[in-house]
């Protein structure tokens, strides 16, 4: 028998890869994606970038089951996954960062890191739904020291926060709830500087967990030095994947902007 | 990591958040409405004990005053769960009403024959009770679905449809009672129930205090609760982690019938009838002592504390006029100037913040 795993460890990420396989999306007249490919690793950060309009956002709904691609497949660890809604994706350990926080402004960071993940206390206080708030407490502390975010109290309200602090907190949820990727598209978009690096630290953070980060940015300097690969994507495809070690950004905006790929 | 850590930590805090950071217990209860709220309830209670030479703090005087209050407490406390969703129910009045006289219709049925009963003889009045007490909360569970129904399904705004509610059920009242309160309700429901004691305490005020007590434990220890908020402060949020929102806003909709039912039984008790033209203004005032008592009227915070003492400001203020010799009417000027101060406190505090 296999000794009990304390709840910390289960969240943990364990190696997972996912591929998206020639997905392509329509509305109507529309086709946002016309047969994207790409592969994640677990542990990587990798970032998705292109000019508005090339398909990211849908690429990145595909993925979170936001949006159900008219063709094409994921497949996860080798096997076929069926990810035709947010609940699918959660299933199977995806979890995404929105790009408006999607956070109860009048809930603690505590409250927002365990909404709908509620914990409860055992026994009766299961049954009328006692919070277990000490636990909940201690692991969202955990959360946060982890990604190596310092919040002034994660019971006070989330819009005493600022707005780098609140996006981590929201980040600090999906790596809770996470085993397999985190999405996040153009997560520091309404971000000044410095809130932006706390973003890029926790994006960091999130991925030494073993944990895949898949970011949209139009940040890309930034992003190309915080980024382990780089995608880039054009009129609903995946052109060309780099290693961010192996290019710059020069290369990176030509090829965005409508380069052909030399290599 | 390390540098991230100070700069979260020191260099890139919002002033207002490091303030906040280093508030005090002590500087956050002050800040808290509900103390200012119970603050001032005390002060006119001290004030009208001054004015009255005592007359106002004497035992039967606050006991009246408690019993006067229990119906309002009742509806507060359910309001400040509505409320804390953001939403809102104005059909409660309507409900209690309709509630009674279900309650008082059953009770009568079952209690005797129509010719006993028409004689005040009730030779099956626990069997009688039983059944409308029983009917009285069925009652405001269903009226309460009736609306959490209308509000989720057809996705329409809770005032709205409670306005509408609100019409309904009370011209549902009057066709069923042809505009007449319902006759010969057991006495024993005013003797034995709303005029009785507990150690000094009227058996309604400790229903009341019950009622409050669980609520509170739900709002403020439960997945229920912190769900009711989380529904109030952002919808969209609490259906993005899943948080199965029409259903529960359909919960919170048959909780609050269901305090509409027992207040309607109440009622029936303390005035051994019903009473077709008193709670038009219930919901108003329910609402009114919930936003008092610093539920913010937008939902995501809310206290049930602060909506007792809130449903309590009037009933003592009225109390102390007529103590006083004023005409009580002065009553519903002073809540109305009380409201104002407390929406605008919210307000104030909401735009320090966004
Ligand atoms: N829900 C939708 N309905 C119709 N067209 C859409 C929808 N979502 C995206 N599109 C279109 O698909 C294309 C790709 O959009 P998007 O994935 O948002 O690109 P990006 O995020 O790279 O800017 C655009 O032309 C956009 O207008
Ligand atoms: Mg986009």
Known sequence: MRPPVSTAERST??????????????????????????????????????????????????????????????VIDGASAEIASVADAQRRGIFTVYQDLAQAPDLSALENVFLGREQLLGGIGRRIGLLARGEMRR??????????????????????????????VAIARAVMWATTAVVM??????????????????????????????????????????????????????????????????????????????? | MNSVRELAALGDVDPRVAAAAQQTALGRTVRSTTLWVAVALLAIILLFGALSDG?????????????????????????????????????????LLLCSIVSAKVTTALAGSAEEVAAGVYPNLALGIAGGVAAGIACGALLGAVNGL????????????????????????????????????????????AGSKLAGIPLPVFLAAIVAAAMWFVLTKTRFGMRTLAIGSSEEAARRANVPVDRHIVSLFVLMGVLAGIAGIVDLARFGTTNLEGHQTDALAAFAATVIGGTSLFGGR??????????????????GLVILDVVSFYQLVVVGVILILAVWLDQLRRSRFN
């Not at chain 1, 089951?65 to 063709?71: C, D, H, I, K, Y």
């Not at chain 1, 190309?224 to 290369?251: F, P, Q, W």
């Open chain 1, 185 to 263: 598209d153009e997560p520091t978009a309404a971000l000044g500087a410095r809130q932006t690096a706390i973003v890029y630290d926790t994006i960091k953070a999130t991925a030494a967990r073993g944990l895949a980060v898949v970011v949209v940015s139009h940040d890309i300097p930034n992003i190309v030095s915080l980024a382990d690969r780089i995608a880039i994507m054009r009129h609903g495809r995946v052109l060309v994947t780099l290693e961010s070690e192996k290019t710059n950004v020069d290369e990176v905006l030509r090829l965005m902007l409508g380069a052909e790929v030399t290599q």
């Open chain 2, 55 to 95: 007359v106002f703090l004497r035992a039967d005087n606050i006991s009246d005053m408690a019993v006067n209050s229990v119906i309002a407490v009742i509806l507060a406390v359910g309001a400040t769960f509505i409320l804390g969703a953001g939403l809102l129910d104005l059909s409660i009045g309507s409900s």
């Open chain 1, 13 to 74: 990420a364990r190696a997972h890869a996912i591929e998206l396989r020639d997905i392509t999306k329509s509305f109507g007249h529309i086709q946002a994606l016309r047969g994207a490919t790409l592969q994640i690793r677990a542990g990587e950060v990798l970032a998705v970038v292109g000019d508005n309009g090339a398909g990211k956002s849908t690429l990145m709904k595909a993925l979170s089951g936001n949006v159900v691609p008219t063709s094409g497949e994921i």
């Open chain 2, 302 to 319: 809310a206290s049930v504390g602060g909506a007792v003492l809130g449903a309590l400001i009037p009933v003592v203020l009225a109390t």
């Open chain 2, 150 to 193: 209308i509000v989720t399904r057809l996705k329409l705004n809770s005032f709205i449809v409670t306005l509408a509610t609100m019409g309904i059920f009370n011209g549902i009242a009057l066709i069923v009672t042809n505009g007449v309160n319902v006759p010969n309700v057991p006495q024993q429901l005013q003797t034995d129930f």
């Open chain 1, 139 to 168: 692991r969202a502390e955990q959360a946060l020291d982890d990604l190596g975010v310092t919040i002034p109290s994660v019971s006070r309200p989330v819009r005493d926060l600022s707005g780098g602090q609140r996006q981590a």
